[in-house]
């Protein structure tokens, strides 16, 4: 996984125990110099593959994120999975944005989903009780 930042702790208790890296794998820089501007990229490395990409835009521009998701997709193989986190207030604007004909003619808003902040919390809640 790459990151910009280091994750928060919680997100331990979602996946198995991986080390973060600081710098994207070669076969990725290789494919995409775009990918080094998403926040997070989750790698496949068993397949040479980005598995998903998130990009959390709390205070930056929705349009920008999704911009950088598209070129992802265009230049790099095999990626399936993009995701905005953000607020709850942004979610009309995510959905009016994915609307625009560069994301439906690349395939983006058909691989693109929102995911509020609350939710992601819930989610980990629900995750850390059933373990």
């Not at 009309?92 to 509020?116: K, M, Y």
Request: proline fraction near 3%; charge should be neutral; aromatic fraction near 14%.
């Amino acid at each position: 996984m790459f990151h910009r930042t280091m994750l928060n702790c919680w997100t331990w208790g979602l996946v198995r125990p991986f080390q973060p890296i600081s710098t994207l794998p070669a076969y990725v820089k290789e494919r995409t110099r775009f990918a080094s501007e998403i926040d997070v990229i989750w790698v496949d490395h068993q397949h040479d593959v980005i598995a998903a990409a998130f990009e959390v835009e709390h205070s930056t521009s929705v349009y920008s994120g999704l911009l950088r998701f598209n070129d992802v997709l265009l230049t790099c193989q095999g990626v399936s999975r993009f995701f905005v986190v953000s607020n709850e207030s942004r979610r009309d604007l995510f959905a009016r944005q994915l609307q625009r004909p560069t994301f439906q003619r690349s395939g983006l808003s058909e691989l693109a989903s929102f995911l509020d902040y609350s939710n992601v919390f819930d989610w980990h809640r629900r995750l850390s009780n059933a373990a």
